[in-house]
């Protein structure tokens, strides 16, 4: 078989061995899999994707996607093309930086794969609306947002209506982090949900403070010295602001000397910044493998080819190549897709103030500027302006004086489309 030429049309060669799969049941496909013309039609004229994010997994998933046969493809991203995306993200070339994401990866596709249509939205999740996500049969995350994906797996739970079985859109959600990765199949209201596995989430790490003081061993615990203890103590009250070049480059330079002193190899500027600020390198064979798993599963769903993945597929690269599998379970005080109230234990002189910090940092909530009420009472809101300077002299006053022991407090911030019941036992 000779290469396809991409530019003279759409090549009839291009989905034969996709036809493999799809002409003939196999020994493991489900009995409602119809093989043949009918599930190929399905796949290639009716079924509508949405692809969520264009970065370097929208990259490799929207080719993915169009190679395997799915050619109602629609795309958002609400970012610009960066010099520094060009190294993983294959589809945009330098001419490109500036241009919008989704703009730039929809024609890629479409001049590169003659008959695919990739329709582009260049702007936020949260502009559109629930027709708009109805339209889709499936949708695919390819996102570095935690927001985002809390934002759009909420939207999905609520669109599901019991009595109408189209309103309910398989969500496939690819991360990665470094050589780590995740991929999962959400059937919103059915499986696990993202909000469910929250508390799944890598906190960023964290090295022991006697490491750094003492017994440094690697350029990372050179440079958090150079940040944590020598920063507050050369500068004092000085903020460090992880922007300012000059501010690295001081760190640059101290943590560097602490590293010769040490015989430690491998303090550089990049790998500075990256420590404050707090940034793993995307590494693009992670990307690959994630999102060859996520279209996998997509076109799984798609043809009941095969059975999809129940439900959370692991990735850890970090040592040689491991990968898990196993069935999140869903949660029943999942404030999306739960039903009940979460049961919270405070101390009885606990502030306002102090519940609404806990919210913040607790791992399986993480609300940010969380407002909180108790039935029709106020107890503090972060907006409009009126609302919250008449509720602020709550935040100084204790939980307990406002809500009785078992009572309920609601708590929603405009950022998520749900909010959480929290049940409250004083101890
Ligand atoms: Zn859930």
Known sequence: MTNGNASSGDWEGRYFHVDQILDRPGPRTDPSFLAGEEVKDFL????????IGAGGLGCEILANLALSGFKDIHVIDMDTIDISNLNRQFLFRQKDVGQPKAIVAAEF???RIPGVKVTPYYGKIQDKDDDYYMQFNLVICGLDSVEARRWINATLVNLVDPENPESLKPLID??????KGQARV??????????????????PTAFPIC?????????EHCIEWASVLEWPRVHGDQKLDTDDPEHIGWLYSIASARAKEFKIEGVSWS????????????????NAIIAASCCNEAFKIATSSAAYLNNYFMLIGTDGVYSYTFEHERREDCPVCGGEALDVSIGKEWTVERLIEMLV????????KPSLSSGAKHIYFQAPPQLEEATRPNLEKMVSELVPDGGEITVTASS???SLSLRVKYV
């Open 174 to 179: 690819g991360g990665t982090e470094g050589f």
């Open 109 to 111: 596709i479409m001049n």
């Open 271 to 286: 790998l500075t910044q990256g420590v404050v600020k707090n940034i793993i390198p995307a590494i693009a064979s992670t």
């Open 416 to 418: 998520l489309p749900f």
């Open 361 to 368: 940092e607790k791992q399986d909530i993480q609300i940010k």
């Open 186 to 203: 959400i059937l919103p209201t059915v499986t696990s949900c993202y909000e469910c596995s929250l508390d799944m989430l890598n906190k």
């Open 44 to 51: 290639r004229n009716k079924c509508k994707i949405l692809v």
């Open 211 to 219: 490491t750094i003081a003492n017994t440094p061993r690697l350029p």
